[in-house]
C-alpha cells in the first residue's frame, strides 16, 4: 500500500446536545464529515484549532482528527473516529413486542 | 485587591509578601511557609498581624507552633481539583482549635465556595476576573447539609 | 425501601436548582467548559462520542415501580425511548439535550432520584448485594447501612476533590454478590464471636489497569464506628493519596504503596482522634430509623414451595423450565422467591430495556412484587419477593415483553460495557462481541450444559465491564488501529467462589476469532471437567491454564 500522509480535520461536540461536530471551511460546524474543511499540515490544522478552541458556547473540546481526503470523499483513519461519524454500530432499540 | 471575607466582599488588608522582599516594620503581611520557619523572630516583633501563605502539601500538624501568631492562614489550591486544603482547613479549625481566618487562595471557583466553607474557609480569594458578587449566592444553594463539619459540627442525624 | 424526609427531598431540589443555574451560565457563556465540566460530572454527565451521556444514581439498586416508570418516561421524552442498567446498579442516557438535563433532574427529584455524585472524583453510589433482604444466608440487611453510607457520602464537603474516584460496596452474606473485594472500600456484615453485629473492613480493591484485591483493614469493627472509620479512611486517602499520576491515584495504589499494616495505623491513628470528637457516633435510634425502611413487606403465610418448583423445572415447557432453574433463586420465606428479569435478550445490548418495557416491569413489579425491584451489577433487574405459585403467571407476562431470556448464571448472561460503540475511552467495541456470543450460545439446552459462567466483556483497561473478575474475561484493545481482544480466564467476582483475578491466556484475537476461541475453550472445559457438577471456574482452577492454552494457540 502506497504510503499517504495524513490530513487534518477539526472536530468537536456541540455544546447544545453533545453531537459530532466538523469545522467547515467558512468557520461555520457540520455534522456531515464529508463537509468538513480539510487542511493539509498540522500547523494550519493548529490554527484553525485556536480559534475553534474560543467557540465555547458552540463547541466542546474540539480537537484534530487525522484524515485521509480522495476528492470528495473524507475517510477517517481511526476506528473511533469513523464510529462518530457514522453513529453506532449496534441498533439502538428494539422494537415493542406488541406494536 | 479584593476578597470575600464573612459573606462580604471587602478590600484586602494583607500585603502579601514575596520571599525577596523585606519585612516592613508596620502593617498586616502574609508570608512564604518557609518565611515563617526561617525568620520567626524577626516576623514575630513587629507590629501587624501576621498570615501565613501555604501549599497543598503543607500538613496541619506543622503549623501547630506557630497558630496562635497567625492572624491569617491562606491555604492554596494550585488547582482546584486538589482537595486537600479541604482536610487541612477542617483539621485546623476542629481538630487543632484555630480561630484565626482561613483563607482559600489560588484556583478556588464559584462552586468551590459552599464546601469550602463547611470545611472551615471564611476568606476566599477568587480567580482574577470572575464577580466577587455573584459568587456570594454560592454560599446559600443549600439549606440543608448531611455531615457534620466545621461550620457545623453534628450530623443531621444528630439534628433531625 | 427509604423514604424521603423533607431534608432529604429538600437536598435533591436545591442541587437541580444549582444545576440549572451552572447550565444557564455554561450556555450564557459566564463559564468555561473546562470549569463546567467538574460541576457537570457531579451530576453525572459525561460527553461520550456521540452526545452527552447522563448516568442516574440508584443507591444500593433499589427502584420502586414509580421510580422506574419515571425513568421510562425520561427516556421517552428527552431521550431515543431506551435506557441502560450498569455494572454498579446505575440508569445511563446516552442522547439528553444540555439544556434538558436541569429539567431531568427535577423530574428525578420528583420521585426521589438524582444523578449526584455519579461520576467525578468523589464518592459515588454506593452499592449491595441485588438480593439484600431476602437472602438466606445472610448475616443482616446491609440495605440500611448502605443508605447510612450514602446519606454521609452527599455532598461531604471534606471528599468532592479526590485524588479520583470512590467506589463503596456493602455485603450483607459471606457470599459476595457484590463484588465488594473489588471496591476501594468493601464493607461487610459480620458477628462478632458475642453475636455483636459489625462489620469486616477492607480496602484497595478494584480493577483498572492496576487489578487488586481489597486487603482487611479492620476484622470486627463495632456498629457505632461505621461511619468515623470510613470517614478516616477518606481523610487518609484524600491527604495522602497520589495526585501526580491519573493512572496511578485510586486509594488501591497507596495501600499497595504503604502496605496494609502502616495504611491501617494511619488510618486507625486517625480514627482514635475522630472518635474524641464523637461526632461521628452512629446511635442506635438512627440505625433504627434508617432500618425501618426496609422492614419485610407483607407476605402471605406460605407453605414451602421446593416441591412445586421441582416441578416447574421439569416442566413441559422447556423454555419455563430453564427460565425456573437459572433465574428463579431461593429466598427467607417459604412459598416466595427472587426471580431474575435478564436484560439479555438475543439482538439486544446486555442491560438495554426500552421504555415500553421499562413502564411494564413496573406493572409487573407492583402486581408480583410489592411495587419493588433491584438492578444489579450484572445488567439484570430483579423482582425480590414472588410468590413461587404465581412464577408460571409472571413469566408468561415476562415472555410478552421479550424479556423470558432464561439465561441468569449462564454463558449468554453476560455483561458488557457500551465501549466504542459510544464511550470515549474505549479502544474497542464490547456490544458486537456480546451479541455475537449471546447469538452462538443461544441454544438453552448447551447453556445447561456448560452450567455456571460469567463472561465480562470491556472495550478499554478502565474495565466497567470487569473484564478482570469474569470467569472469562474479554478485554478490547487497539492493535495499530484494528479492534484486537485480549482472553483471559479464571478470574471471579466473589460469588461462589473466592475472588481472584483472570490471567492472559495469550495473544490477543482479532475480531473474527474472539468468539470461536471462546467456544474452544468451553469446548476443552466439556472435554476436562471431572463430572457434569464441576463448574468452569473450579475446573479451571484445578487443571490451570495449560489445556486451554495449548487447545487456542497449539503446542510449541
Same mark, same amino acid.
Given at each position: 500500500m502506497a504510503k499517504f500522509t495524513p490530513q487534518f480535520v477539526v472536530t468537536g461536540n456541540l455544546t447544545d446536545d453533545g453531537s459530532v461536530t466538523y469545522l467547515k471551511l467558512d468557520r461555520g460546524w457540520t455534522p456531515r464529515l464529508d463537509e468538513a474543511a480539510v487542511v493539509e499540515s498540522e500547523g494550519v490544522g493548529q490554527e484553525l484549532l485556536q480559534a475553534a478552541r474560543a467557540e465555547e458556547r458552540q463547541v466542546c473540546d474540539p480537537y484534530l482528527m487525522k484524515v485521509r481526503a480522495l476528492g470528495a470523499v473524507i475517510e477517517p483513519l481511526s476506528a473511533r473516529e469513523r464510529i462518530r461519524a *457514522? @453513529?453506532? %454500530? %449496534?441498533? #439502538?432499540r428494539r422494537p415493542d413486542p406488541t406494536l | 485587591m479584593e476578597l470575600i471575607e464573612n459573606g462580604r466582599v471587602v478590600e484586602d488588608r494583607f500585603t502579601q509578601l514575596q520571599d525577596a522582599q523585606p519585612i516592613a516594620e508596620r502593617g498586616d503581611i502574609l508570608v512564604s511557609f518557609e518565611r515563617l520557619q526561617g525568620q520567626h523572630e524577626a516576623l514575630l516583633e513587629r507590629e501587624g498581624r501576621l498570615g501565613v501563605r501555604i501549599g497543598p502539601d503543607v500538613e496541619p500538624e506543622e503549623l501547630l507552633p506557630y497558630l496562635s501568631q497567625l492572624s491569617v492562614i491562606a491555604i492554596e489550591f494550585a488547582s482546584f481539583a486538589d482537595g486537600r486544603g479541604y482536610s487541612t482547613a477542617r483539621l485546623l479549625r476542629q481538630r487543632h482549635g484555630y480561630r484565626g481566618q482561613l483563607r482559600a487562595v489560588g484556583n =478556588? $471557583?464559584?462552586?468551590?465556595l459552599f464546601y469550602m466553607k463547611r470545611c472551615g474557609f471564611d476568606a476566599f480569594e477568587l480567580q482574577a476576573g470572575r464577580s466577587l458578587d455573584d459568587a456570594l449566592e454560592a454560599f446559600s444553594e443549600f439549606s440543608v447539609i448531611y455531615q457534620g463539619a466545621a461550620d457545623e459540627p453534628l450530623p443531621l442525624f444528630r439534628r433531625r | 425501601m427509604y423514604q424521603y424526609d423533607s431534608h432529604d427531598q429538600r437536598i435533591v431540589d436545591e442541587r437541580a436548582r444549582q444545576f440549572r443555574g451552572q447550565v444557564e451560565r455554561r450556555l450564557e457563556g459566564s463559564v468555561l467548559e473546562n470549569e463546567f465540566k467538574p460541576l457537570r460530572l457531579q451530576n453525572g454527565l459525561y460527553m461520550q462520542l456521540h452526545a452527552y451521556m447522563m448516568r442516574v444514581a440508584i443507591p444500593y439498586g433499589l427502584l420502586s415501580s414509580g421510580q422506574l416508570r419515571k425513568l421510562a418516561d425520561i427516556a421517552r421524552r428527552y431521550d431515543r425511548g431506551y435506557g441502560h442498567f450498569t455494572t454498579r446498579q446505575n440508569l445511563q442516557y446516552n442522547w439528553p439535550a444540555l439544556e434538558d438535563v436541569p429539567k431531568i433532574l427535577e423530574e428525578l427529584a420528583s420521585v426521589q432520584m438524582h444523578a449526584i455524585q455519579t461520576s467525578g472524583n468523589c464518592i459515588r453510589n454506593t452499592t449491595s448485594d441485588h438480593f439484600a433482604g431476602i437472602a438466606p444466608d445472610e448475616v443482616a440487611d446491609p440495605r440500611p447501612y448502605a443508605e447510612i453510607i450514602r446519606q454521609w457520602s452527599t455532598f461531604h464537603p471534606e471528599f468532592a476533590y479526590l485524588p479520583r474516584k470512590f467506589k463503596i460496596a456493602v455485603g @450483607?452474606? *459471606?457470599?459476595?454478590? &457484590? &463484588? =465488594?473485594?473489588?471496591?476501594d472500600i468493601g464493607v461487610f456484615l459480620v458477628r462478632s464471636e458475642r453475636g455483636e453485629l459489625g462489620f469486616r473492613i477492607v480496602a484497595g480493591g478494584g480493577l483498572g489497569r492496576t487489578p487488586l484485591v481489597a486487603q482487611v483493614v479492620r476484622d470486627f469493627l463495632p456498629e457505632p464506628e461505621l461511619l468515623a472509620y470510613l470517614e478516616s479512611i477518606m481523610r487518609v486517602y484524600n491527604r495522602f493519596g497520589r495526585r501526580d499520576n491519573k493512572y496511578k491515584a485510586r486509594i488501591k495504589i497507596l495501600v499497595e504503596a504503604l502496605g496494609i499494616e502502616e495504611f491501617r495505623r494511619l488510618v486507625e491513628e486517625e480514627w482514635h482522634k475522630e472518635r474524641e470528637q @464523637? &461526632? $461521628? $457516633?452512629?446511635p442506635a435510634e438512627e440505625v433504627a430509623r434508617v432500618a425501618a425502611c426496609f422492614e419485610p413487606p407483607p407476605y402471605r403465610q406460605l407453605p414451602p414451595a421446593g416441591a412445586q418448583l421441582e416441578a416447574f423445572r421439569l416442566d413441559r415447557d422447556r423454555g419455563f423450565g430453564h427460565w425456573v432453574k437459572n433465574n428463579v433463586h431461593p429466598h427467607k420465606r417459604p412459598g416466595y422467591a427472587a426471580v431474575t428479569i435478564a436484560l439479555k435478550e438475543k439482538g439486544t445490548p446486555p442491560g438495554d430495556v426500552s421504555d415500553y418495557q421499562m413502564e411494564r416491569v413496573a406493572d409487573l413489579a407492583d402486581e408480583f412484587s410489592f411495587g419493588e425491584l433491584r438492578a444489579t451489577h450484572l445488567q439484570n433487574l430483579v #423482582? &425480590?419477593? =414472588?410468590?413461587v405459585s404465581r412464577l408460571r403467571e409472571l413469566y408468561e407476562k415476562l415472555s410478552a415483553l421479550g424479556l423470558d431470556a432464561a439465561n441468569a448464571g449462564k454463558v449468554t448472561d453476560l455483561i458488557a460495557c457500551p465501549g466504542l460503540d459510544f464511550c470515549n475511552l474505549a479502544n474497542a467495541r464490547s456490544i458486537p462481541v456480546a451479541l455475537d456470543i449471546m447469538e452462538r450460545f443461544e441454544d438453552l439446552d448447551y447453556q445447561s450444559d456448560l452450567g455456571e459462567l460469567s463472561i465480562k466483556i470491556s472495550g478499554c483497561i478502565n474495565a466497567c465491564g470487569h473484564h478482570h473478575i469474569g470467569h472469562l474475561g474479554v478485554l478490547g484493545i487497539d492493535k495499530q488501529g484494528v479492534e484486537h481482544y485480549q482472553l483471559m480466564l479464571g478470574g471471579s467476582s466473589g460469588q461462589g467462589a473466592s475472588p481472584s483475578l483472570g490471567k492472559i491466556i495469550g495473544p490477543a484475537f482479532d475480531r473474527d476469532a474472539i468468539v470461536p476461541a471462546i467456544e474452544t475453550v468451553l469446548q476443552t472445559y466439556l472435554a476436562l471437567r471431572s463430572s457434569e457438577d464441576e463448574r468452569f471456574i473450579d475446573c479451571y482452577r484445578r487443571v490451570s491454564a495449560q489445556p486451554f492454552k495449548e487447545a487456542l494457540y497449539g503446542t510449541h
Open positions: *457514522e @453513529g453506532p %454500530t %449496534t441498533r #439502538l | =478556588v $471557583l464559584r462552586d468551590q | @450483607g452474606s *459471606e457470599d459476595d454478590r &457484590a &463484588a =465488594v473485594y473489588f471496591h @464523637g &461526632a $461521628l $457516633l452512629l #423482582l &425480590a419477593d =414472588v410468590e
